[in-house]
């Protein structure tokens, strides 16, 4: 089946007592055994349980992957991933990263004894002379959030394997809609599923895949033993988002391309980072290994006097942290979710005070640019009195 039938018919064809075409909310925590040494399958529900079941097999199809994992968030699901590492162990991780995620390396699991290098992932030389004996892992975003970086999963993920890594890939902004990092060399993909995936804006997740028996059975263990897993409520909810994934990823790219366009245009702009642009260093690569392009990107302004104006003024597109859900949402990266990122690694990666994300929603086109526009010409508007 192609992955768009795949998507709307997740759990419908699943429930074998009623024949319930939406798969239940099973809101249960304990499971009966028919007898000593026999089980349903189902024994306690942070081991299994039968909703999130449905959606972790689901992901595991769509990631072209060995097995699901459903957790509380998608930092939940990095903890879990993290977990698999040992004192000593060292990760290469993409410079321009999820701003939690950096928090979480940096402050908690540093005191565990993991500790990261951040690099440009498509720098073979830097992360070969970054690699000591205790480097165990890689960890990519393809395209970064904020500035949309494209790494060539191919060929770093064929380098990793070459030096005994692992190869984790963040695939938050694509979704297996768009990219399959598995299908691309790599052994684990982690998403936040509260974006796209999710789509609304009201369900906070994170799935994990993994590929290979021993690492899936591992990270069963983890899954497990750590807890952080997705109540059957929030299961449900994601996967009621999961079913419309094809429709709003592709309205997602139509409206961000035109809106990267007309601010490409645009005099007060200095630059628009998105690969579906042409100009993107990543373009080509995005287009290789990917089958199409996220709903968000970054745009720089030539003046940092423009931005309050701008947020303070757009009334359709809201001044918001997050990304992916139906509605446009803006934010500003250096104070917002980058903000624990120290300056100096912000002003070399281009996070600056100039800088606005736009996740676009899938709103109409023309009220989107309409918005972006009169907002910018208030802006201009008081800035030149
Ligand atoms: C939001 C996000 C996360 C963290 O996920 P939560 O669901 O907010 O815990 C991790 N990676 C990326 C790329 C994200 O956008």
Redesign the pocket.
């Known amino acids: 089946m192609k992955i768009e039938s795949e998507l709307a018919q997740i759990g419908s064809l699943k429930e074998p007592v009623t024949g319930a075409v939406s798969f239940p909310v099973y809101q249960a925590t304990a499971f009966r055994h028919p007898k000593l040494g026999e089980s349903t399958g189902f024994d306690y529900a942070r081991t299994k349980s039968p909703t999130r079941a449905v959606l972790e097999e689901a992901a595991a199809k769509l990631e072209s992957g060995d097995a699901g994992f459903a957790c509380s968030?998608?930092?939940?699901?990095?903890q879990t991933i993290f977990a698999y590492f040992s004192q000593g162990d060292h990760l290469i991780v993409s410079l321009d990263l999820?701003g939690?995620?950096y928090r979480l390396l940096e402050r908690i699991m540093s005191r565990f004894g993991v500790t990261a290098s951040y690099v440009d992932t498509n720098d073979i030389d830097a992360m070969t002379s970054l690699l000591t004996p205790n480097t165990r892992a890689i960890l990519i975003?393809t395209p970064t959030?904020p500035l949309m970086m494209i790494t060539d999963l191919e060929r770093v993920c064929s380098w990793a394997k070459s030096k005994g890594l692992l190869t984790i890939v963040?695939n938050?902004?694509l979704t297996p809609y768009l990219q399959r990092p598995l299908e691309l060399g790599a052994d684990i993909v982690?998403?936040?599923?509260?974006?796209y995936l999710g789509g609304h804006n009201d369900v906070?997740?994170?799935l994990i895949v993994t590929k290979g028996e021993a690492l899936s059975q591992e990270m069963a263990i983890l899954h497990n033993s750590i807890g952080a897993v997705l109540g059957p409520q929030d299961c449900w909810l994601l996967m009621r988002g999961m079913k419309t994934l094809a429709l709003r990823m592709e309205r997602h790219q139509f409206n961000a391309t035109k809106l990267a366009e007309f601010l490409m245009e645009h005099e007060a702009i200095e630059d628009v980072y998105y690969p579906a642009l042409p100009h993107h260093p990543g373009h080509d690569t995005q287009n290789r290994q990917s089958s199409g392009n996220t709903g968000i990107f970054s745009f720089r302004l030539k003046d940092a006097r423009y931005v309050e104006p701008i947020l303070r003024h757009i009334k359709l597109i809201a001044f918001a942290e997050?990304?992916?859900g139906v509605e446009s949402l803006m934010t500003y990266p250096a104070v917002q979710?980058h903000a624990d990122i120290p300056e100096d690694i912000r002003q070399a990666i281009g996070v600056d005070d100039r800088l606005l994300r736009f996740s676009v929603g899938i709103e109409h086109i023309d009220d989107l640019i309409e918005d972006l526009d009169q907002a910018i010409a208030a802006a201009k508007r008081e800035l030149e009195g």
């Open positions: 968030s998608g930092m939940a699901a990095l999820y939690g995620t975003e959030n963040d938050t902004l982690i998403h936040s599923a509260t974006k906070l997740a994170g997050s990304l992916g979710t």
